[in-house]
């Protein structure tokens, strides 16, 4: 029925719902590669940003990847069990956690370096599409950070 004051309510009415959706799938098809790696997706995330930046303090690696520190304390306790990264207070600043990619966790690194271009065969878009999708979802997160 035209003019429902519920329409706003259906689930087809909903961005939030495709990208939900679009984000638990692709996530569950990062599954089987990271499961041969030992971590879990959030795992695997975090390393891809001590792999570029080595050495971060919680806070840096909370902003790089919009997770904040309650998050991040027992994700990144649980890499330093794992012996991918240590952990150290600054010297500088106490309160500062330094965390640090170690040799294992850099190693680790060429066994992941393939899980992107194998990610990209399950996704049947363009070039141009996946751009655009890219620049669209990183153009929300913005506004919405």
Known sequence: MP???YESLKLENQ???PL??????VVRRYTPYLNELGLTYTQYVTMM???EHKSLTVKAAGDLLHLDSGTLTP??????????VTRVRSQTDERNLIVTVTEAGEALKDR????PAKLGTCIDLSQDELF????LLYKLLNDLS
Do not use: P
Not at 20 to 25: F, I, N, Q, S, V
Not at 75 to 84: P, Q
Not at 132 to 135: A, D, E, H, S, V
């Open 3 to 5: 003019g429902d004051k």
């Open 15 to 17: 961005l939030c719902f």
């Open 20 to 25: 939900y959706a679009a984000a638990r799938e």
């Open 49 to 51: 940003v001590m792999w």
């Open 75 to 84: 994700l990144f306790k649980k890499l330093e069990e794992k012996g991918l």
């Open 112 to 115: 992941a370096v393939d899980i």
């Open 132 to 135: 655009q999708l890219y620049m």
